[in-house]
């Protein structure tokens, strides 16, 4: 009994189940309507998102450009700016209920399809720097590890962006479709490991996603655990502390086998800030960010909640 609580509460129905035979949603190409086909100024602000990147490989052109290789520039550009985009989609469940804004999974679909737009031009431009040549294509992707885990990622996030249409919910049924949908966790792992290989030095960004990827993660398994589907304030802030060591250990351990060096040494620079700040710390600084936004929206809820009542005696 237990267990079928907590398995129906780890799948808390999120999606929108479109009904067969409801009123038509507005064309799908209207991406700033929402399914009523008013103006949404959340999904106009999440397109704006999307296109940041763009924006910003426009102004940054003539660099690109005059750079040593523009086309592995942008490869670079568009699968960074894809993992960023897969982590915002996957923080929507958490933040929406930190955040008390239920509306926001309005804008889900949008930012894991644009995670994928991100991603096929990821792949694309890969193909035009192989001069569009697939048999070199395939003979590159199979013959490097970092690039079969890439591809194997790329292919499930593909699956993902094509079950992602209201018919393919309907067709599939919540519960299978939000089973399929499940997978993205190890997709993200996927991402994460190619990332990691690809990277040939400095592994503060990568540690750093790595951080983050794990709370979104280990948010959701607690509350799942806890049977809530929502975390206290205090849990959050456990859930920083945790997720912050767990990074300073990756790190430390990841560095130590990569450089053959103890673990403990590079604990050891973990107070020198003169180096740099270590990704721990900066996942311990965004979690706290969440667990403090959590105590504001909870004291703001309560307040105008006693404000409702004292208004309605
Ligand atoms: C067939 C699929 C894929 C191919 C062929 C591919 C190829 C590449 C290549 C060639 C690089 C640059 C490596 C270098 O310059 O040494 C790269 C970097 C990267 N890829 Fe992929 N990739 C694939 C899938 C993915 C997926 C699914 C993701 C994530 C969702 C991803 C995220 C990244 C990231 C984050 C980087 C590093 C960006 C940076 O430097 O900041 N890639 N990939």
């Known amino acids: 009994m237990q267990d079928q609580r907590r398995e129906s509460n780890f799948q808390r129905p999120e999606v929108a189940v479109p009904k067969a035979g409801t009123k038509p949603a507005p064309a799908d190409w209207q991406l700033w309507r929402d399914r009523r086909g008013r103006l949404s100024a ?51 469940t958490p933040f929406r209920r930190i955040a008390r804004y239920g509306q926001l999974i309005d804008v889900r679909r949008m930012l894991g399809v644009g995670t994928f737009c991100y991603i096929a031009a990821h792949l694309v431009l890969f193909v035009a720097d192989q001069g569009y040549d697939l048999g070199k294509v395939a003979h590159e992707i199979s013959h490097r590890v970092y690039l079969i885990i890439g591809g194997i990622a790329w292919l499930g996030l593909a699956a993902l962006a094509a079950t992602s249409t209201d018919g393919m919910v309907r067709r599939l049924g919540p519960l299978r479709w939000r089973r399929l949908h499940q997978a993205v966790y190890g997709i993200v792992l996927l991402a994460l490991i190619h990332y990691f290989q690809q990277t040939k030095a400095d592994v503060t960004v990568p540690t750093f996603a790595a951080g983050l990827f794990l709370w979104l993660m280990a948010y959701r398994v607690l509350a799942w655990w806890q049977d809530t589907g929502e975390l206290s304030t205090l849990s959050l802030v456990a859930l920083a502390v945790v997720v912050s060591a767990l990074t300073f250990a990756g790190e430390a351990i990841g ?10 040494r590079v604990l050891d620079t973990a107070f020198d800030f003169d180096v740099g700040i270590r990704p721990g710390w900066q996942v311990l600084a965004a979690a706290l960010a969440v667990a403090a936004l959590d105590a504001v929206r909870a004291r703001w809820n309560g307040r105008s909640a006693r404000a409702r009542a004292v208004a309605a005696e």
């Open 42 to 92: 959340l999904r106009i602000a999440a397109l704006a998102l999307l296109l940041v990147p763009l924006a910003k490989a426009l102004y940054d052109a003539g660099a690109i450009l005059h750079g040593a290789r523009p086309l592995n520039d942008l490869i670079h550009r568009a699968g960074f700016w894809a993992l960023v985009f897969l982590g915002i989609t996957l923080a929507v």
């Open 255 to 264: 560095i130590g086998i990569a450089f053959h060096v103890s673990p403990m």
